[in-house]
């Protein structure tokens, strides 16, 4: 019996070790489409087509304590109805004034985004992951 507590406070120690060394865990992803409606203006930074791209759906969300929070997000974008150089900037870009163009072009991108609460401090970064064929189902 004293044998078992000591394995179970082991594998505690262990499992409490590791988040604080800074290892991911797996959050909700449907937690985090305002997260991703944050990242808008990065994705569009990292992307050249004539239309804004838009989130449709955060596939997976994970969770990362360091010097603050790191949230990794796979976003699933698409094309949206606003044109870049149209009167809609990045920063500006909401569900309800750019909505998504009917058979657009879809993408994967993963989403950084630490935050430093404390000090007011956010950074975003974006990087495409893939194209998404018309066919795949999310
Ligand atoms: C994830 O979050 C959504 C929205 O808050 C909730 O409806 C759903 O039950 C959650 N899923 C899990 C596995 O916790
Ligand atoms: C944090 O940043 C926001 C937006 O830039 C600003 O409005 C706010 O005053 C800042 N708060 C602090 C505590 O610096």
């Given at each position: 019996m004293q044998y078992a507590c000591l394995i179970v406070a082991l594998v505690f120690a262990m499992t409490a070790n590791g988040q604080?060394?800074?290892?991911?865990?797996?959050?909700?992803a449907s937690e985090y489409t305002g997260s991703a409606w944050k990242s808008?203006?990065?994705?569009n930074g990292q992307n050249n087509g004539a239309d804004y791209l838009v989130p449709i759906k955060v596939l997976k969300a994970q969770v990362q304590v360091v010097a603050g929070t790191n949230t990794i997000l796979e976003v699933l974008v698409g094309e949206s109805t606003c044109a870049k150089?149209?009167?809609?900037?990045?920063?500006?870009?909401?569900?309800?004034?750019?909505?998504?163009?009917?058979?657009?072009?879809?993408?994967?991108y993963k989403v950084t985004i630490w935050e430093k609460v404390w000090e007011n401090f956010t950074q975003i970064t974006a990087e495409k992951v893939r194209d998404v064929k018309p066919s795949e189902q999310f």
């Open positions: 604080m060394a800074g290892g991911l865990s797996n959050a909700n808008v203006p990065e994705i150089g149209g009167p809609i900037q990045a920063k500006q870009i909401t569900a309800a004034n750019c909505p998504l163009k009917a058979n657009g072009q879809r993408a994967i």
